[in-house]
């Protein structure tokens, strides 16, 4: 089986930066590719949110709120999505979830998640 594993996340003040990292791990031998790696968040009380996208092929995505100060990257080598996040808000405050979806050597494709890490910034 295959695996989110994220890294990252903590507690900030308003206007300071923060990185995470994921990687998918485990049964890497049976993934074909890995189409759209992404991150979204929750805050308390909140639906989950998109926040930004990345496809294999370089193409991006953001949500209004993060553009300018956000950042998404991918290493498809490593099979990794990194998203730089700088001048955080205190609405930037959340849960943060590591997605993306995932074409296996046997032809089925399936939505894997992270576990979550938490993203707090005080004012």
């Known amino acids: 089986q295959v695996q989110l594993v994220e890294f990252g996340g903590g507690l900030v003040q308003a206007g300071g930066s923060l990185r995470l990292s994921c990687a998918a791990s485990?049964?890497?031998?049976?993934?074909?590719?890995?189409?759209?790696m992404g991150w979204y968040r929750q805050a308390p009380g909140k639906q989950r949110e998109l926040v930004a996208t990345?496809?294999?092929?370089?193409?991006?995505y953001y949500a209004d709120s993060v553009k300018g100060r956000f950042n998404i990257s991918r290493d498809n080598a490593k099979n990794t999505v990194l998203l730089q996040m700088n001048s955080l808000k205190p609405d930037d405050t959340g849960v943060y979830y590591c997605h993306a979806t995932i074409q296996y050597t046997s032809d089925a494709i399936r939505s894997h998640w992270g576990q979550g890490t938490q993203v707090t910034v005080s004012s």
């Open positions: 485990g049964n890497i031998g049976s993934i074909a590719s890995i189409n759209t």
């Open positions: 990345a496809t294999s092929a370089g193409t991006t």
